[in-house]
Nanobody
Framework: QLQLVESGGGLVQPGGSLRLSCVAS????????IAWFRQAPGKERQGVSCISRSGGSTNYADSVKGRFTISRDNANNTVYLQMNSLKPDDTAVYYCTARPSVADTDAVCSPALFHSWGQGTQVTVSS
């Protein structure tokens, strides 16, 4: 059974940083594209970033480019989202999710492709 557990959220001031972690259990990550999504109150779930199974390809939403970095450690079955220069608009519940892929360069982030969601971790950016 595919299970992903997010952690690392919290309250941070504007301009601060957080690193989110996503640990997989019940499967090994190295054959999966991993994505981070977020959902703010009253808004639709938004794709933030995706990373290919090898880690060689990544995609980012325009709103986080240059501030967020996705990475993965397949040996430890963990994916990270380093978030710098945080803004109040980044406030949301952040979710990681996975889908199998056979292509090393596949980092497509379309939400329709992902079907398993964890509980998420709350990120609040406020002074």
């Amino acid at each position: 059974q595919l299970q992903l557990v997010e952690s690392g959220g919290g309250l941070v001031q504007p301009g601060g940083s957080l690193r989110l972690s996503c640990v997989a259990s019940g499967f090994t990550l190295d054959h999966y594209v991993i994505a981070w999504f977020r959902q703010a109150p009253g808004k639709e779930r938004q794709g933030v970033s995706c990373i290919s199974r090898s880690g060689g390809s990544t995609n980012y939403a325009d709103s986080v480019k240059g501030r967020f970095t996705i990475s993965r450690d397949n040996a430890n079955n963990t994916v990270y989202l380093q978030m710098n220069s945080l803004k109040p608009d980044d406030t949301a519940v952040y979710y990681c999710t996975a889908r199998p892929s056979v292509a090393d360069t596949d980092a497509v982030c379309s939400p329709a492709l992902f079907h398993s969601w964890g509980q998420g971790t709350q990120v609040t950016v406020s002074s």
